[in-house]
């Protein structure tokens, strides 16, 4: 079977880089998917696509070498089973509160005995190739978010259930839980700490941990701490950034418009 690679790398503690896909487009996962990642998601959750936009975006995404992840709108087995079905070689399961929830998202990732998913990998076994039914159980990675008020507090029992293969920090909705503005990029003190002590639960049993990040200066911050797996950002805000920037350039080359202040100002000062 085809090795999961980003998956062996959080298994040996080493630090990857994701790309977050949030366009149902075939063409902008392609395009990312060849960027170098080490792995990109999918989101379903909150990204403006379907189940039917994954037929061709987990294609375009295996022109590549990134290990294809989907994040799930919800904790609910046959979602989980048909993304993976489709190819995706790990999911990401939101809102995940105690380890009841977190033991139903590995159920439903593993083939029995292990689980519950049921056969029927009427892609994956192309993808993932010879060998997928007996080494699905070990290449394919449950990932679960710490991301609410429950999850905080039952953090110790998410992260030591079986079959976890890492926990995914929401930060807008981590912050939500702590009573604050759900922003994304946060500096306030109590989020940066419940941050550090999730992060610092996790490695103290070795579990791989990542995070969310829309700047390079937060994205900076976690891989310097440690975290095993950032995304650096989506790939609407990587197009928007870029057309921010080249449109802001070429602005400032043209001349102001007639009666505007900064033409008025230009005129009085001969520039």
């Not at 995940?96 to 292990?114: F, G, I, L, S």
């Not at 940066?192 to 941990?209: D, F, G, P, T």
């Amino acid at each position: 079977m085809r090795k999961n690679t980003a998956l062996a790398a959080w298994r040996r503690g080493d630090q990857t880089l994701g790309g977050w896909l949030s366009i149902g487009n075939a063409h902008t996962a392609e395009i990312m998917a060849n960027m170098g990642f080490d792995w990109i998601c999918i989101d379903l959750q909150h990204g403006l696509l379907d189940y039917c936009d994954l037929k061709t975006m987990l294609p375009a995404i295996s022109t590549s070498n990134t290990t294809p992840i989907v994040r799930v709108p919800w904790n609910e087995p046959s979602i989980i089973m048909k993304v993976l079905d489709a190819g995706a070689y790990g999911v990401i399961v939101p809102m995940v509160n105690n380890r009841k929830e977190a033991e139903a998202a590995v159920a439903a990732c593993r083939y029995p005995p292990d689980g519950m998913r049921s056969f029927g990998p009427v892609r994956a076994a192309l993808y993932g190739g010879s060998g997928y039914a007996a080494e699905a159980n070990n290449q394919l990675a449950c990932v679960v978010m710490i991301e609410t008020k429950d999850g905080i507090e039952n953090l110790e029992e998410i992260i030591t259930t079986p079959g976890v293969d890492g926990v995914y920090i929401g930060p807008a909705d981590l912050a939500l839980a702590l009573g604050l503005p759900p922003l994304g990029d946060n500096n306030v003190p109590q989020h940066a700490e419940m941050v550090k002590h999730i992060y610092n639960s996790c490695r103290n049993h070795n579990l791989a941990v990542g995070i969310h990040t829309s700047s390079e200066a937060f994205f900076q911050r976690y891989l310097k701490q440690g975290f095993q797996f950032v995304t650096l950002g989506t790939d609407s805000g990587f197009m928007g950034q870029a057309a921010n920037r080249a449109l802001g350039s070429a602005r400032k080359l043209l001349p102001a418009p007639a009666g505007s202040a900064d033409a008025e100002e230009r005129e009085d000062t001969g520039y």
